[in-house]
Structures are given as structure tokens and as C-alpha cells.
């Protein structure tokens, strides 16, 4: 079974930063791509970053320049460094994986989610 925990949220002024961490446990075979997505409050959850296995990165046009998506393979852990903060940045970020595992001789590839951690931008 595979599980992944966001860590990092908390309460932060505009303009200020914060680090996120996506830490994931469980028999992995492989990361195909971690990502961040974030919900607002009565807004849809939205994509923030992506990284592949390759380290290629997307963004959100929102985000670009602000936020910088990266990860350890070693940990099977990604990171969001988000700077700059603004008010409208305060959703619940989700952590994303995409992940494959090995059972006997089958591959199996599915995504996982994280449960969340909420960020709030305020002075």
C-alpha cells in the first residue's frame, strides 16, 4: 500500500514563503511524476506543479516564477518552495503521485493522493 503526507502548511504573510514536503511510503517500484494541485475554497482542485521522472516541470501560469517544484529520489520525496505569497495562493494543497508497483510478475500504475495541507496567506 502506498501512502504519501504532505508537510510544510501553516499560516504566512503575503509576500512570505513556505516549503512543502511530499513524503511516500510503501513498496514502490517506480515514481513516474510527482505533482502539487490546490483547492480553494469553492473553486475546483487546480494543478500547481508537476515533475517527471526525467525532471521536467510544468507549472501553473498563476505560479511561475513564485514556486519551484522539485524532489529527492533517494527519499521518493518532492518538495514546493513557494515564495512570494499572495492572499489568493491560500487553498489546501494536495500532493500527487504517480506510481508503479510490482506484485509477483504484474505491474500495476495508478495515482495516489495525498490528504492535504492547508496553507492560508494573511497578514
Known amino acids: 500500500q502506498v501512502q504519501l503526507v504532505e508537510y510544510g502548511g501553516g499560516l504566512v504573510q503575503p509576500g512570505g514563503s513556505l516549503r512543502l514536503s511530499c513524503a511516500t511510503s510503501?513498496?514502490?517500484?517506480?515514481?513516474?511524476?510527482m505533482g502539487w494541485y490546490r483547492q480553494a475554497p469553492g473553486k475546483q482542485r487546480e494543478l500547481v506543479a508537476v515533475?517527471?521522472?526525467?525532471?521536467?516541470?510544468n507549472y501553473a501560469d498563476s505560479v511561475k516564477g513564485r514556486f519551484t517544484i522539485s524532489k529527492d529520489n533517494a527519499k521518493n520525496t518532492a518538495y514546493l518552495q513557494m515564495n512570494r505569497l499572495k492572499p489568493e495562493d491560500t487553498a489546501v494543497y494536495y500532493c500527487?503521485?504517480?506510481?508503479?508497483?510490482?506484485?509477483?510478475?504484474?505491474?500495476?500504475?495508478?495515482?495516489?493522493w495525498g490528504p492535504g495541507t492547508q496553507v492560508t496567506v494573511s497578514s
Open positions: 510503501g513498496t514502490i517500484a517506480s515514481i513516474n511524476a
Open positions: 500527487n503521485a504517480d506510481v508503479s508497483t510490482i506484485t509477483g510478475s504484474t505491474w500495476h500504475r495508478r495515482e495516489y
Open positions: 515533475i517527471t521522472s526525467g525532471y521536467s516541470t
